[in-house]
């Protein structure tokens, strides 16, 4: 894989995994890391589209573009009407590409497989803890992040499940 490949990649892929940190200063970190996890979810398929050759890797990259673009318009929408602060698209794909992603020996297909499973693993977590959170009617939102958590969360388990099998099917080398 050459250097520019590499580069591309290690900005996609390291979105979803540590991009969820850099905006807990914002107003409701559930927002913060559940948009910055969308559009990781979103940037780092586009990449999969365009230098993965597998058909199985292009149907799922494909369906997270789909998915994660409604479920990141859903959410800012719920966000705005509650008042809460959401970081930009723009910003967090920038700040997103100054990533870089140690990729070792791995083919782009394992590697992004790999990334699937795990920034899915966090996504569920953190989805899991806002589902399950005791509503706060003092805290803008609350009672409608908390829907959103429960509403998303069978079709994350339904995306981790099938980027294991990704995983299975893309081996790292």
């Known amino acids: ?15 979803s995994t540590s991009m969820g ?9 559930f927002v913060d890391n559940a948009a910055a ?3 990781a979810e979103v940037e780092t398929s586009k990449l999969a589209l365009e230098k993965s050759s597998s058909a199985d890797i292009k149907a799922f990259a494909n369906m997270m573009i789909t998915d994660h673009t409604k479920a990141y318009k859903e959410l800012t929408a719920l966000a705005k009407k509650n008042d809460i602060e959401v970081p930009d698209d723009t910003t967090l794909v920038k700040q997103a590409k100054e ?3 140690d990729m070792r020996d791995e083919s782009f297909d394992a590697a992004y497989a790999n990334n699937q499973v795990k920034a899915h693993e966090e996504t569920i977590e953190l989805f899991k803890k806002q589902a399950n959170t005791v509503t ?26 099938m980027a294991k099998k990704l995983q ?6």
């Open 99 to 101: 990533k870089i992603l």
């Open 136 to 161: 706060d009617d003092k805290v803008k939102g609350a009672t409608d992040l908390k829907g959103f958590a429960q509403k998303m969360l069978p079709a994350l388990e339904k995306h981790l499940d």
């Open 21 to 29: 940190t850099a905006f807990a200063a914002t107003s409701n970190d």
């Open 37 to 39: 996890g969308g559009i």
């Open 168 to 173: 299975a099917a893309h081996p790292s080398k």
């Open 1 to 15: 894989m050459d250097g520019f490949t590499l580069r591309h990649l290690a900005l996609a892929v390291a979105l």
